[in-house]
């Protein structure tokens, strides 16, 4: 379970073209550390972010195209 865990978030969503942009919950799996597994085609137009709420109000993903999700 994700009892016992440090974590920022209650809850961290996967949102991508692998899944429509759907809300694909993930596991908290160790302290700050949110897992899922996700199959990208590999493909250049594949794109993700991270969504806190579910609701897109709170959402992450690499803005400045470096490599770091902001």
Known sequence: GQTGFTKKFNQLYFRGTPNSWGTSAMALTANNTWELD???SGG?????????????????????????LE
């Not at 250049?44 to 770091?68: A, C, H, M």
């Open 44 to 68: 250049s137009s594949q794109r993700f972010k991270l969504d806190v709420t579910g609701n897109w109000s709170e959402n992450y993903g690499d803005t400045n195209k470096d490599g770091i």
């Open 38 to 40: 996700v199959n990208f």
